[in-house]
């Protein structure tokens, strides 16, 4: 999931919804988002299952099958 001005990036299926991506083992949270064109300078926040990811771990972080992954840009707010 893309959240927020990130969503713009999500791939969505001819009905408009969104797709399951399928990703080559090994893939980090980092490879997923740039794969899909997001600009790394726009992650402030990734969770993968539900678990906050440092940033220093977001290159290196194998992701597994049915890993669910939560992306977010900075907000603000008040």
């Known amino acids: 999931m893309l959240g927020s001005t990130l969503e713009e990036h999500l791939p969505l299926d001819a009905a408009g919804a969104s797709v399951r991506l399928a990703i080559e083992p090994g ?19 990734v969770l993968v299952n539900g678990r906050f990811v440092a940033p220093e771990a977001r290159a290196t972080l194998a992701l597994r099958d049915g890993d669910v992954v939560e992306v977010w840009p900075l907000l603000a707010g008040g």
């Open 27 to 45: 893939t980090s949270p980092l490879g997923l988002v740039e794969g899909m064109g997001v600009p790394k300078h726009r992650v402030h926040v």
